[in-house]
């Protein structure tokens, strides 16, 4: 999926995450390549403008750049493809440790999707969570507050990053400590009304089963799917952090481009800090990357030619051993059904057109 090269983008955007300095390359010391088709900022402003609308056919189009009739065959085929291994999967028979596991986990994944179809479920559910949430909400905290020094030390020293992202990313950091303090996670209330809300999710899609939800339809689970991110945003606001107003504040910007190479710069305010980053991209075999990765493919392009030659090679090698045992099987056949001729000990192959003119001959 090609959503992968943008997660930068989204991740500052968010606020989760570390910021890392890039050196921007002089345009002197770079190779002219031919003009992508598209911009360094299309890609992630597609991507941005899906979240903030709460779009995910939109979403599901940008990060696979595919077009939504491509998008939507392909989802269909995929389940199709499940539906048929899970037909084959009940037909055959299964180790019975194996099959207790899945069945185990079959049984807790829809006994937690059952507990999301009511309102007693859902207090069932907090009874369960609260203590578990409390305690490794309690030990993150801990373990954080204790390397916040440690942590704002190693920023303060790191050599590749400029004075002003060592400003930046320390004063980000000084927010996240002050929301992890302002912020009850372990609340009880707040965890009530973060489930309920995924609660209003699944039972919007109607479905008994929660097996099923990998079964939709692509013109079904694109709606159920805007209904998705919309309650990431209301779970995310429970706890204080307004996604659409971080998003809204993301700028993005195409600087130092030149050929196939440019500069994406992102601008965002998260926790009340204004962020900036630069990304330096390559346009490396139809898609925007970071620039270290399109050189590191670019180092590693002859060894997968050479590897996808052997593979190509081997597949070969495999059918033409496979030949012998195919007319093997075919003398066989012929052997069995009695049909042994004087020439029924070779094996020669004639098309269509050539066996019915032996037949006017032979008349």
């Given at each position: 999926?090609k959503c ?13 995450g570390?910021?890392q300095?890039?050196d921007?390359v ?16 299309d ?5 941005l403008?899906?979240?903030?609308q ?7 189009e940008a ?11 392909r989802?269909n085929?995929?389940?199709d493809?499940r ?24 049984e ?5 999707w059952?507990?999301l ?21 309690s030990?993150?905290?801990?373990s954080?507050?204790l ?8 920023i303060?020293s ?10 930046q990313?320390t ?13 009850d996670?372990?609340?009880?209330e707040r965890l009530?009304?973060?489930?309920t809300a995924v609660?209003k ?5 109607r479905?008994?089963?929660f097996?099923d ?17 919309a309650?990431?945003k209301?779970?995310l ?10 998003l ?7 600087v130092?481009?030149f050929?196939?190479?440019a ?11 204004d962020l900036s ?7 490396y ?6 620039a ?8 590693m ?8 030659a052997?593979?190509?090679?081997a ?5 033409a051993?496979?030949k012998?045992?195919?007319?093997g ?12 001729g ?5 094996d020669?192959?004639i098309d269509?057109?050539?066996?019915k ?7």
């Amino acid at each position: 999926m090609k959503c992968a090269n943008w997660v930068c983008a989204v991740v500052l955007a968010f606020g989760f995450g570390t910021v890392q300095a890039i050196d921007v390359v002089d345009a002197r010391d770079r190779v002219a390549r031919p003009a992508p088709p598209t911009r360094v900022t299309d890609q992630p402003t597609a991507i941005l403008s899906a979240l903030k609308q709460n779009d995910f056919a939109a979403l599901l189009e940008a990060t696979e750049d595919k077009g939504i009739d491509e998008l939507a065959k392909r989802w269909n085929d995929e389940v199709d493809s499940r539906l048929e291994r899970q037909a084959k999967r009940a037909s055959e028979d299964v180790h019975p440790e194996i099959e207790e596991i899945n069945a185990r986990n079959d049984e807790k994944s829809q006994q937690l999707w059952g507990k999301l179809q009511s309102s007693e479920g859902v207090d069932a559910l907090v009874d369960e969570f609260q203590p578990k949430v409390a305690e490794a909400v309690s030990k993150h905290l801990l373990s954080f507050n204790l390397g916040f020094g440690a942590m704002l030390t190693s920023i303060a020293s790191d050599q590749k990053m400029s004075a002003e992202e060592v400003q930046q990313l320390t004063q980000l950091m000084i927010a996240v400590q002050n929301w992890t303090g302002r912020v009850d996670f372990a609340d009880r209330e707040r965890l009530r009304r973060a489930i309920t809300a995924v609660s209003k999710l699944a039972q919007q899609t109607r479905l008994k089963r929660f097996d099923d939800v990998q079964l939709l339809r692509f013109e079904d689970a694109i709606v159920h799917g805007d209904a998705l991110i919309a309650t990431i945003k209301q779970v995310l606001a429970i706890y204080e952090v307004d996604a659409d107003q971080i998003l809204n504040s993301v700028r993005l910007s195409e600087v130092d481009a030149f050929g196939d190479a440019a500069t994406l710069r992102a601008q965002a305010r998260v926790f009340g800090v204004d962020l900036s980053q630069d990304f330096r991209m390559r346009y490396y075999d139809d898609e925007w990357i970071p620039a270290e990765y399109a050189e590191v493919r670019e180092r590693m392009q002859p060894e997968v030619d050479e590897a996808k030659a052997a593979a190509e090679q081997a597949a070969a090698a495999a059918a033409a051993a496979a030949k012998p045992m195919q007319r093997g099987a075919k003398q066989a056949k012929r052997a069995s059904s009695g049909n042994c001729g004087a020439g029924a000990e070779f094996d020669i192959e004639i098309d269509a057109a050539t066996a019915k003119s032996a037949a006017k001959q032979t008349k």
